[in-house]
């Protein structure tokens, strides 16, 4: 036998990781530096399969990474820059305190800084991961790029947020790929198809911001410094697929147009041309001159690409849904009241091809005024509006959300001054079988299917009281789960065909109208009783698994039954209000 | 303290009143003591005004007086002076900036004296130092230390500012197969959650929460909560506010990012219904008991045990309410009831059908019954196997007496009565109908399975060490084995040869009941914690098949003696019966298949059915509960 005797914790999964402390160490960097290296190299602990034995015996909570991810760290040029800058900061302090200004000005001329170029590539290695990854980079620039330009993180940081996110928004209304929105409680969410890409973003609305004092401002510092070098090559690669110039340039002849009179009150010379582009207003510059007629070429080729793919009408069929969504408000001109958020409404409505224009007091870039004839929408959000034109609605800017993720313009009627809003339907809920759909998506996907009486029914309905009942019954149909409408008067017509074949008057439903249902019913039981015999013989593991998916099951089907009721409750307490109401009035 | 210098004019005025310290500028904290505060220029004393002012009065003089904000008080004389005109617009001027002099003039022409122009005649006539005209040692020095410095390597010229442009197409050369050796390892952030309707600034009315949820809501800790958020309505865009948390869950999602370690979770994608096992149906196993036919009724007590003739005819239950009752199975007519002298705990009929004799155990006695049942001569014949006993020879010393019934015992039916020495909870017959073996639970002995042989009138026990708590014993049906169940264990001896030939590991905590197959090659067992476990003899000790059908503790189980059914009865009231189908291919193993959930008794006392029985040629099944009854399934 001999041989020494095998120590333990030097083999197998305990030399696979190492605890941060240890890896802080190994990298001699400060703690702080090591969360910024780790966020900027996109290294995150790993949870050991066995933690008892990786920690050597302890149950001690400690954090653990992979050995080869700190080995893999440790070649990166950036922590020797760590180094070079705690080295400067030192330098530095010692000089101020020591009062020698020119030594001061010799080190910070001579500030080390690094690049993040190198990092982002090596994470990215194609360009398409790196656009998978940029929602977060997105969230996070529109909510810096929303900061006040005080204490909390470089104006740099900010001016540059703010110009990166004006570069994308330009992107995403050139290339019209804005797909929903939604607005939430926390803000509004846009998606957008890019490349094949979809990508979701959330912007915060636009108030001052109460800055919490528990979150570390650092951290986020870090993740928008790596972001915002990702955007920006992003942004750089994306504007080349289009043939636009980066950084973005108005077309010239946007610009003689915009050059307003008095420009100067506005905004700083500094800062005009931001706030122009960011005015959303107006086209880009292109590489090539001829811009127009480039995108109409650019328009005609997707068909084309249809045509390669003969076999896949779906898809081609897909494109064309598509088209027509980008298409949704062309040729229509819209005017944005003060009131509403002109950004994101103006962001919405040139994504997808209408003109808008604002009041010229409010932002630049506004190309028409409220007094123009030809004026077909304008968009406001107050109960009421003194001088009001004939030729032009007026909607409220939920119209605009809500027509956008049904990719159909909506009847303007439930959207008018002063009216009750219909609620807003999250785009991004995807129902499936035995989930509860709120009727409003019903109803909405039956105007989809271009079924337009459903609606007129309804009203009707709302008018007679005789009808009543029906209406009570319409709405039951409605509310039962699991089942859609289809089903529904499937089933009801087949009620229809028994009670034909069987003649016997007075009994509506078909189990009680003798042996045959009978027959059925038990059928069924014997059916349910066999089930539940051979759920008693499974296996211990897989009754567990088969327990748990039921549970999961008849949870969703509980919380379904809850909305349901919840909103049968809330229309009967309506219905019987507006009873009233009528009572009253009578 | 603020001097104001008195005009002269008003010095005329205030002649009378000119009152000023002498002390100089010393705190006045040092008169605090003293009556007066200094002295004024004739060297008398200025005393302290008699009452000092209190808040009341500062604030009563702020109401009323209308010159108090040109009042000022003067420490060093105690007293208030209220500022002249003239003195107000001082301090206006000096408020303000300006001069305190009014007819000063700030912007009178200057005069310059020393011209810009060179003039002929020098101010001074200084000469120039000699310093200005040689070279300085100092910067010498510096210059030195400079260029050796240069000459050394130590300064270096200035790196020229890198003029790349900060964005440029950094995936011109980009390979689809150049990915490191870590992104094989890399788990992708998860995207974050998309919103649902309730998150909608104007959600339908079912996604608000009603008041109860709300306060159940504020209540959750903020781990617990369903939703992060309360969902809430707005009746139009404008009246949307910021979301306060909107930073906070920007920094969650950063601190996910760096912080959180990731790990690919498999999701199992199953169809529950796949998961179920693809059994026969029940309906092409039949015959089997499916419905409840007879409910027999008269006992007062609940019914421990009971028995079946062989013939199938009747039905022997005994009770704790110290009686045995027959009962004719196809009517359910009590044909007789007999008192005993205790709580029966266990009866058993001859299975042999050429005897009329029933095993009846109370306390510490079994009874031999004949219950005069059934054919006249087979009634007889009994009674004449009883009385052709022949006492031995020798008497040997038995554990057991053997005492023979005369008069009216005799002819209540009473044959012959055993009385151990401890308490008796079972009995069981041998297959031929002459053995008997009878169990007395007892930790601490070895005396706990006696076997009888009644027509001997003999008693052995068959061992000699105690191998834990006997629960129940069995014959084997066709060969000379017993089977003995403990707490944990079936030991299966060999009563020839007089050895343990197997012992059975059944994994179950404490065993109520056992049953073996008619063939004799299957054996299953109830036990206490919910568990039946089927063994196969021939393929191994530990158990073929658990099965965990009932949700409380098994009573009772048993075989049919012909069809492929067993049942068991437990004390949540049903009894399952089961198809289990056993093949002369040794090969093949025995299937198994829930066919009927048979409910009827009632839970009493948190007892459910206490036995079950099948008929000997029906496929019916009798069990006996706790409810005093007992019930027939067929």
Sequence with gaps: MGGLQKKKYERGSATNYITRNKARKKLQLSLADFRRLCILKGIYPHEPKHKKKVNKGSTAPRTFYLLKDIRFLLHEPIVRKFREYKVFVRKLRKAYGKAEWTAV???????????????????????????????????????????????????????????????????????????????????????????????????????????PTDVDYRVMATFTEMYTTLFGFINFRLYQTLNLVYPPKLDSKAESELKAEHEEDYAMDSESYLEKLSALSASLARVVATAEEEEENQLDQFPADGEDLENMEAREKEQKEQEAQNRLFEGLKFFLNREVPRESLAFILRCFGAEVSWDKSLCIGGTYNVTDETITHQIVDRPDIDKQYINRYYIQPQWVFDSVNAKMRLPVEDYFLGVTLPPHLSPFVEEKDGDYVPPEKLKLMALQRGEKHVQEEEEDDDDDDDDEEYNDEVDDEDLTEEKNLKKMEDQRSQGKQTLAVKVTPGKVKPWETGSVGNKVRLEKEEKAEEKRLAIMMMKKKEKYLYDKIMFGKKRTTREANKLAAKRKAHEDTSKAEKKQKKAKKQ | PLFIPLAQSDMKDYKHLDIRNTVGNVPMEWYQDYPHIGYN????????????????????????NPDYWRTVHDKTTASDIRLTDEQVDLVHRLQKGQFGDVNFNEYEPSVDFFTNEVMIHPVTNRPQDKRSFIPSLIEKEKVSKLVHAIKMGWIKPRKPKETTPQYYDLWAKEDPNAILGRHKMHVPAPKMRLPGHEESYNPPPEYLLTEEERLVWEQQDAEDRKLPFLPQKHSCLRAVPA?????????????????????RKMRVNVNPEDLIPKLPKPKDLQPFPTTMSLVYRGHTSLVRSISASPTGQWLVSGSDDFTVRFWEVNTGRCMKTLEVGGAVKSVAWNPNPAVCLVAVCFERTVLLLNPSLGDRLVVSSTDQLITAYEPPE??????????????????????????????????????????????????????????????????QNPFRKNKGLVQCVSFHPLRPYFFVATQRYVRVYNLIKQELTKKLM???????????????????????????AWFDLDLSTKPYKMLRHHKKALRGVAYHRNYPLFASGADDGSVIVCHGMVYNDLLQNPLIVPVKVLKGHQITHDLGVLDVTFHPTQPWVFSSGADTTIRLFT
């Design chain 1, 105 to 211: 000005e010799r080190l910070r001329d001579n500030k080390p800084g690094y690049k993040l170029d190198h990092i982002i590539k090596e994470r990215y290695p194609t360009f398409i991961d790196a656009l998978r990854d940029i929602d977060d980079a997105l969230s996070m620039c529109f909510l810096f790029s929303t900061f006040a330009r005080t204490g909390k993180c470089h104006v740099q940081t900010i001016t540059l947020c703010r110009r990166l996110t004006v570069e994308w928004m330009n992107y995403v209304v050139t290339s019209r790929s804005l797909r929903k929105v939604f607005i939430s409680i926390k803000g509004i969410y846009y998606q957008a198809e890019v490349l094949g890409q979809l990508i979701t973003w959330l912007v915060p609305y636009q108030f001052a911001h109460d800055h």
């Design chain 2, 41 to 64: 220029l004739d060297g008398k004393k200025i005393f302290k005004p008699i009452r000092n002012k209190d808040e009341l009065d500062e604030f009563l003089d702020k109401m009323e």
């Design chain 2, 243 to 263: 979301f306060s948390r909107f930073i906070h869950e920007r920094f969650e999602r950063c601190l996910d990012l760096y912080l959180c370690p990731r790990q």
């Design chain 2, 394 to 459: 020798e008497d040997k010393e038995q554990a057991v007496t053997w005492a023979l019934s005369e008069g009216l015992e005799h002819n209540m039916g009473h044959r012959l009565t055993l009385t151990h020495p401890k308490a008796v909870k079972q009995v069981v017959w041998h297959g031929k109908g002459d053995y008997l073996s009878s169990v007395m639970p007892d930790n601490s002995s070895n005396l706990q399975v006696l076997i009888h042989q009644v027509s001997k009138r003999r008693t």
């Design chain 2, 506 to 532: 059944t994994n179950c905590k404490w065993i109520s009941s056992m049953a073996i197959h008619p063939g004799g090659d299957n054996l299953i067992c109830g036990s206490y914690d919910c568990r039946l």
